[in-house]
């Protein structure tokens, strides 16, 4: 059965784990919803991350990006939730009663007018200029997310011998997936000193495989005019400069950068949405909605996630509260914006949500992570001066986001910050 | 015989005794060896501007040479025993820009270009400013051309369908006094032509330009600054020409010519040889390199790299004018700052700085460096990380510091084109205008040449989405549902506009060729997303396999193997969710 007069409240856009899991919790709420998607497919990145270990949160099982994705397509049909694809976003706009959505697809352009909007476009990857790789550009340097999609949805092999820059897990799974389409991986050069993918892709795709890898290294120089003919890689200080005397040319025809992802946020930016810079996503409260009313955020657009499972939840998160918002209105929070702020303090790199507006009716799951590794940390969750509670981790890592749920009983009236810290 | 004893004596005194000192058909020729290249260069510097008409600097340095000219590996008789009135050596915007200048007149004009695109060098990258005439010394070459090729662009954009677009630059005040200069700068501007010059005070200058540095003293205002995108522009001229009949051959090197009696009578290349019977020299960084071939070396090329940041759109609105500091002498670094560009970057730079290796473009880390302090910090907002990418251009520069425009003194159907540093693009329409009358003076000295009543100035742009309102571009979306794929996000390029690209009459089928000419990876993520989707639907439009996609010449192929079968997805549709076109979204109120 086709829905051919659907109505739309509720618009997400992009079909990610993030996305689908918002529309799926919007629909269960009732909202009139559809999803937006430029791609031909629904899923995301997920599409092309053919590994396993997705999963193990949501569904108790170790499955596969498409597999994982396929979960929430299935529950996205079941619930007849229309999803455009081959749609592009051309522009947001906010409007006294919602917002003005410009779209266009094969058919023309056209407008989709929500109140609510939830915004779940992922991220994207830094490229070699933006982590200032000098040198020549030749073919032959590419992301690990595109080399990733190249491999896996096109069958292409773009690559003979390379190197990787950085140990991020995209570059790590694409050191495995490399050798076992017959590419040799000389090496991962890492330019901190421990490795910023999660451990468990360090040991099963480069020590499995027998991939070195380099740690206080980096690339400084590419080499070649028309296809890469090699990197100069060089052991770096402290302050992650160069050493000079350490410069080495290693010849490759690749170079494979997974040096980070920005959260890609510039349609709302436009928008004059408020940004955290420390996850360079926008500023939102327990609802994942920003600073602009109606519009949330949700997933690798919020922050970068390492566990799809928690991009799920923080989806479901604002597929609820935006159902409820294109329902009734704001009713949670008042728009003066009585709030408590959450902030990292000592050892942390960034707390989300940001804002936890008042009245705090239900328990919180709070992100956070460290801003080094730390064994046997303390954490301390201070409310004022009053610390409401404290955790004990084996061992905390910037790769790996960790998860706290905090219960609103524990917050005193008239507190204003909450703060994340390490105890010394 | 004076002349020589002067520039022998300045060697002496720079101690630079050991280099040798020759006339040579009313140039000066250097040569010997010195350790570095900034002794090559000072010495060539020291022997300009003595009176000769240039200077020829053989001198060897030990620390290394200047590299190699790349020529195109393959061989083919495409060109072998064809003749052509014209030939045009160098597909910068120079070449084309003269090519499509002789197509008005019934002639056969031959553009060659040894790389396999047009504005594959300086003239893909530079800041694509267009300067007031203010900078050159008055009476200067460049001083000439500047002045009337900015006055002619307005027309020739129009004509070829380039955007355009004179927010004017501020030459901003390093000192409080220099406001007292103005009765000085307005006589320069009288002298070389520039109009318009105004007096900006520290206040006023905070209300144009809010975020300009507080350094500044106030500035002058330049209203006839203006910016065009420069390998557009290009490639605009190359279709022109070829609209009108012009032959363009990519992937041509002129590796020599044959010559009877003080005239070119052939251009050898490396497919084929034919005859010409008017040969000009625009091929840039190798101008002198040609002109050796033809017997007629009388000036030396050395490379300025230039390297230019381009910062993120979200940095457009932060930017008003053109920046720059007040160029106070015909510097050579004339055009540093902060500068606009019609598709809506800022871009910083270029800095300046002689290299050895005539087509390295590599960056370092230096010159970022000194881009990010000295330059972007004419502007108060703009950071680091607002760079998307960072790139580098070399200007051919002659010792004379001076455009070299003129039929060659010893060979009697050669022009050259030569020394084409800053503002050899501001120049182009002027430049282009003098050759062309100056070829067709040599051509009717012993034949008629009359205007091709089939020329047509217009070029009929390409359809560009952005540049549409939400109406038209549903209207090209219905006639063509290509408009509506998006292909490149960033830019938001669509299939429809790269299909197009790819049907001008230069046939370019590569990654960079794109780039040039419709955006598509030029945008924040680098290409990251497009590439892939690019190289199918390059390997699609010219029916070839994936493999043979390259990013740009030769040897730049980008799929080395492929893993699997065909994956036809064609089928793959969601059941219960609307999927027909009209369906779709019917819920949208349309345009
Ligand atoms: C290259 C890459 C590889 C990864 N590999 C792993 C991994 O191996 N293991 C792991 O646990 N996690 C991995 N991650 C992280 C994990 O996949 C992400 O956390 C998760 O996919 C993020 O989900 P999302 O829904 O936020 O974003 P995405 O999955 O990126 O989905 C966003 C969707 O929005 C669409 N969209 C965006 N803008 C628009 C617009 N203007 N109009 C229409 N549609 C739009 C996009 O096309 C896309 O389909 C990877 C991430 C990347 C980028
Ligand atoms: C960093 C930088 C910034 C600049 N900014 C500005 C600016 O803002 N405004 C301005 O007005 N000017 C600017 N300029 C100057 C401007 O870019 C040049 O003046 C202009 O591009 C010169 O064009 P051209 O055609 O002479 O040279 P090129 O574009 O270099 O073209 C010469 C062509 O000849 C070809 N060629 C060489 N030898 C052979 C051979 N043997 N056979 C066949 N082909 C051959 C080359 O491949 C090349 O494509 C800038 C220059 C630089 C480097």
């Not at chain 1, 050493?243 to 490759?252: I, Y």
């Not at chain 1, 986001?401 to 010394?424: A, D, H, N």
Request: glycine share 10%; proline share 5%; charged share 25%.
């Amino acid at each position: 059965m086709q829905r051919t007069d659907f109505k739309v409240d509720t618009v997400v856009i992009g079909s990610g784990p993030a996305g689908m899991a918002a529309a799926v919790a919007a629909a269960e709420e009732g909202a009139g919803v559809c999803v937006i998607e430029r791609e031909e497919r629904p899923g995301g990145i997920l599409k092309q991350c053919i590994h396993d270990g997705f999963g193990l949160l949501q569904f108790q099982e170790k499955l596969t990006g498409p597999e994982y994705s396929y979960r929430y397509l299935q529950m996205v049909e079941n619930l007849q939730i229309p999803v455009l694809t081959k749609t592009f976003l051309l522009e947001i706009q906010h409007k006294e009663n919602g917002f003005r959505l410009i779209l266009q697809n094969e058919s023309g352009v056209f407008s989709l007018n929500p109140r609510a909007v939830i915004y779940a476009a992922g991220c994207r990857e830094k490229t070699s200029r933006q982590v200032f790789l000098q040198g020549t550009r030749p073919a032959g340097v590419i992301t690990a997310g595109t080399l990733q999609y190249m491999i896996n949805i096109q069958g292409y092999l773009p690559a003979g011998k390379c190197v990787i820059l950085g140990s991020g897990d995209i570059g790590l799974i694409m050191a495995r997936r490399l050798t076992l389409e017959g590419a040799e991986v000389e090496g991962v050069y890492e330019i901190k000193s421990e490795p910023s993918g999660l451990t468990r892709n360090v040991a099963q795709c480069l020590e499995d495989y027998r991939i070195p890898l380099h740690l206080s290294h980096t690339v400084t120089e590419i080499h070649g005019t028309e296809r890469l003919t090699g990197v100069t890689v060089a052991r770096v200080d402290e302050n992650f400069k160069p050493l000079s005397g350490t410069e080495k040319f290693v010849p490759v025809d690749t170079l494979v950068l997974s040096v980070g992802l920005i959260p890609e946020n510039d349609i709302i930016e436009s928008l004059g949405v408020e940004l955290d810079s420390r996850t360079s996503g926008p500023v939102v409260d327990q609802y994942n909605m920003t600073s602009l009313e109606g519009l949330f955020v949700c997933g690798n657009a919020l922050h970068v996630n390492d566990l799809v499972d928690y991009v799920s939840e923080s989806g479901e998160t604002a597929g609820r509260a935006a159902a409820e918002y294109a329902a009734r209105g704001l009713n949670h929070g008042d728009s003066n914006g009585k709030r408590v702020n959450l902030t990292p303090g000592n050892g942390i790199m960034y707390v989300v949500p940001q804002q936890w507006k008042i009245p705090m009716e239900e328990e919180t799951v709070f992100y956070f992570r460290s801003r080094e590794t730390v064994f046997r940390a303390e954490l301390e969750v201070a409310a004022g001066n009053q610390v409401i509670c404290r955790e004990k981790y084996p061992v905390l890592r910037p790769p790996e986001m960790e998860r706290l749920v905090i219960e609103p009983y524990l917050i005193p009236p008239g507190t204003k910050e909450i703060q994340f810290r390490l105890r010394c | 015989m004076k002349r020589l004893a002067g520039v022998n004596k300045a060697l002496h005194r720079n101690r630079l005794g050991e280099i040798g000192v020759e006339e040579r058909k009313n140039a000066v020729r250097l040569t010997g060896k010195v350790d570095s290249r900034e002794q090559y260069l000072k010495a060539g510097y020291i022997a300009a501007g003595r009176g000769y008409r240039g200077v020829i600097n053989d001198i060897e340095v030990n620390a290394g040479g200047e590299g190699e000219m790349n020529l195109p590996s393959f061989q083919d008789n495409a060109l072998e025993g064809k003749h052509f009135n014209v030939a045009v050596v160098g597909g910068g915007v120079i070449g084309a820009a003269i090519a499509r200048e002789l197509t008005r007149w019934n002639l056969d004009i031959v553009l060659l270009e040894k790389e396999e695109d047009l504005a594959r060098h300086a003239s893909s990258r530079n800041n694509g400013v267009i300067h007031p005439a203010f900078a050159p010394s008055p009476g200067t070459n460049k001083a000439y051309y500047n002045c009337f090729g900015n006055r002619l662009f307005n027309r020739e954009a129009a004509e070829l369908g380039i955007k355009i677009e004179w927010p004017g630059s501020m030459g901003l005040f390093t000192r409080r006094w220099m406001r007292l200069l103005m009765p000085f700068i307005r006589h320069r501007a009288r002298q070389n032509g520039v109009r318009g010059v105004e007096y900006i005070s520290p206040e006023k200058l905070k209300n144009l330009e809010p975020h300009v540095n507080r350094r500044f003293w106030g500035a002058v205002f330049f209203p006839e600054t203006g910016n065009v995108s420069p390998y557009k522009l290009t490639i605009a001229y190359g279709e022109n020409a070829a609209a009108n009949g012009a032959r363009v051959f990519l992937q041509t090197g002129v590796e020599g010519f044959t010559r009877e009696q003080g005239r070119i009578t052939g251009v050898q290349t490396n497919r084929g040889t034919f005859g010409a019977d008017v040969v000009i020299n625009a091929a840039g960084l190798w101008a002198d390199r040609v002109a050796e071939m033809a017997g007629d070396r009388y000036y030396t090329i050395h490379a300025r790299r230039g390297t230019i940041a381009v910062l993120d759109k979200k940095a457009g609105p932060l930017v008003n004018y053109n920046l720059g500091v007040l160029p106070l002498a015909d510097t050579n670094t004339k055009g540093g700052g902060v500068t606009l560009s019609v598709d809506g970057n800022v871009l910083a730079g270029p800095t300046a700085e002689e290299v050895p290796r005539r087509e390295d473009y590599s960056t370092s880390r230096l010159d970022i460096d000194f881009l990010f302090q000295q330059q972007m910090t004419l502007n108060e907002l703009l950071r680091p990380d607002h760079a998307i990418t960072y790139f580098a251009g070399n200007r051919a520069c002659t010792f004379e510091e001076d455009f070299i425009v003129e039929p060659s003194p010893h060979v009697e159907n050669l022009i050259h084109v030569a020394g084409m540093q800053s503002p050899g693009l501001t120049a182009v329409p002027a430049v282009s205008r003098e050759v062309s009358r100056k070829a067709v003076d040599i051509l009717s000295s012993y034949r008629n040449v009359d205007p091709d009543p089939g020329f047509s100035p217009y070029r009929k742009p390409p359809i560009e989405l952005s540049r549409l309102s939400l109406e038209e571009r549903s209207r090209v979306i219905k006639e063509n549902p290509s408009y509506g794929r998006i292909v490149c996000r960033c830019e938001v390029v669509s299939e429809g506009e790269i299909i197009h690209s790819l049907q001008s009459p230069l046939g370019v089928f590569t990654l960079d060729g794109i780039k040039r000419r419709v955006r598509a990876g030029m945008g924040r993520c680098q290409g990251g997303f497009c590439t892939p989707r690019l190289v199918d639907i390059l390997a699609r439009e010219a029916g070839a396999d994936v493999r043979q996609v390259r990013k740009s010449g030769p040897g730049s192929e980008l799929v080395l193997k492929k893993t699997k079968g065909e994956v036809d997805y064609t089928g793959f549709k969601l059941k219960g969710v609307p999927g027909k076109k009209e369906e779709e979204n019917s819920a949208a109120d349309r345009f």
